[in-house]
């Protein structure tokens, strides 16, 4: 009995993969309920293994306490390479111990065993209800903050990973709900399950989540033993950053052009009385200067900062040219100086331009690239 449990059942609801979790919730009904600490995961999950071992090789005497103590290890396995020797010395006693075992049991052991090397790497999420939901329809949900794993880049633009469900075939049917950061959006969001050779038996695809921050695929396991994952591309919004950088590039791209105009032709452009250098300009300039060298100032999520770092680069460019360009407008400078400095803030507008479009474009510039040569 778990101290304070009176009136509720323990439910195991999910298998996760073990550390730190942040901001984890559980629901029911729309309403908070109880998640157990570590120690009662651990116990309930050892008491429950150990049940289904004593049973299963008909353990009794100290091979029972043995088994325990392989169990607990596991278990409470930290990190990698504990949870592999401590798997190794359960999986070395097994077979010296198992016997000759009735078919009829088979299956059930093949079952326990498979949670006993999940639990050696993940751990049971148990989670309290009253005693009043027994023999009741009911959804119970779980979510948490984490980071994006396996972050594979596709160009800059966009950025995919895949999320491991390691508990997929316990479940008659397993639900997926993605929510990424804001100034990200979801562009595409499937579940695929995986038979033997990792071959892929079935998928579910979320057509309506492009576009959207929020994702949900549902999809119903073929067999206890396959494995499923989720796989998540992901956009930046199309109303952030992005659109911000693209016109903040195409004005300042524009005004580096005109004032090329303006040095070559200043006489036919400027008036009698116009001054260069202006010690207005600087005036002018230095304000969006500081505004685009502002970024981010708060912490945030590993997938935010990993897809729009590109932009913000982008953005820091932008910054040097209208500092450049602030320079060279207010200050008298010789010759040398003055053609070097226009020079400098050509390279970093066709650099900051070049990186726009190699973030839009991704692996296909080069592509596109090759087909306009050919056209040409």
């Not at 150990?50 to 005497?61: H, K, N, P, Q, T």
């Not at 399950?193 to 576009?211: L, Q």
């Not at 474009?361 to 596109?368: H, N, S, T, V």
Request: proline share 5%; net charge negative; glycine share 8%.
């Amino acid at each position: 009995m778990i101290a304070g449990s009176e009136g509720r059942f323990i439910l195991p609801l999910a298998v996760l993969e073990k550390g730190v979790k942040r901001r984890l919730d559980a629901t029911q009904g729309g309403k908070s309920i109880s998640v157990l600490g570590r120690e009662d995961n651990g116990a309930l999950a050892i008491a429950m293994l150990e049940s289904a071992l004593v049973f299963l090789l008909d353990l009794e005497g100290d091979s029972v306490t043995v088994a325990r103590s392989h169990l607990t290890k596991v278990v409470y396995s930290a990190g990698s390479n504990d949870a592999d020797t401590s798997l190794a010395a359960y999986k070395a006693w097994f077979e010296s111990t198992k016997g000759s075992v009735p078919g009829d049991r088979q299956k059930m052991l093949d079952i326990t065993n498979s949670v006993i090397e999940q639990l050696a790497h993940n751990f049971l999420l148990f989670v309290e209800l009253d005693c009043e939901l027994l023999d009741t329809r009911t959804i119970v949900k779980y979510a948490l903050n984490q980071e994006a794993p396996q972050v594979h880049r596709r160009g800059y633009k966009l950025v995919r990973f895949d999320y491991q469900i390691p508990d997929f075939g316990f479940a008659a049917s397993q639900h997926v709900e993605i929510e990424v950061p804001a100034g990200l959006m979801v562009s595409s969001l499937e579940i695929i399950e995986a038979g033997p050779d990792d071959i892929v038996t079935n998928t579910d695809f979320d057509a309506s989540a492009s576009g959207q921050r929020l994702g949900h695929v549902a999809l119903n396991p073929s067999q206890r033993f396959y494995k499923g994952r989720a796989s998540v591309e992901v956009v930046p919004a199309e109303q952030g950053l992005f659109v911000f950088t693209k016109l903040a590039v195409v004005s300042i791209a524009v005004m580096v052009v005109l004032a090329q105009l303006v040095r070559m032709y200043n006489e036919d452009i400027l008036g009698p009385k116009a001054e260069i250098p202006s010690p207005s300009a600087s005036i002018l300039l230095i304000g969006p200067a500081l505004l685009f060298s502002w970024m981010s100032r708060n912490q945030e999520h590993n997938l935010v900062v990993e897809l729009l770092s590109p932009l913000r680069r982008v953005l820091a460019l932008c910054a040097l040219v209208l500092l450049g360009t602030a320079v060279l407008a207010a200050i008298p400078v010789t010759p040398p100086v003055w053609w070097g400095g226009w020079f400098v803030i050509g390279l970093l507008t066709a650099a900051a331009v070049f990186g726009l479009i190699k973030f839009d474009q991704g692996d296909e510039l080069p592509k596109r690239l090759a087909r306009a040569f050919r056209r040409s």
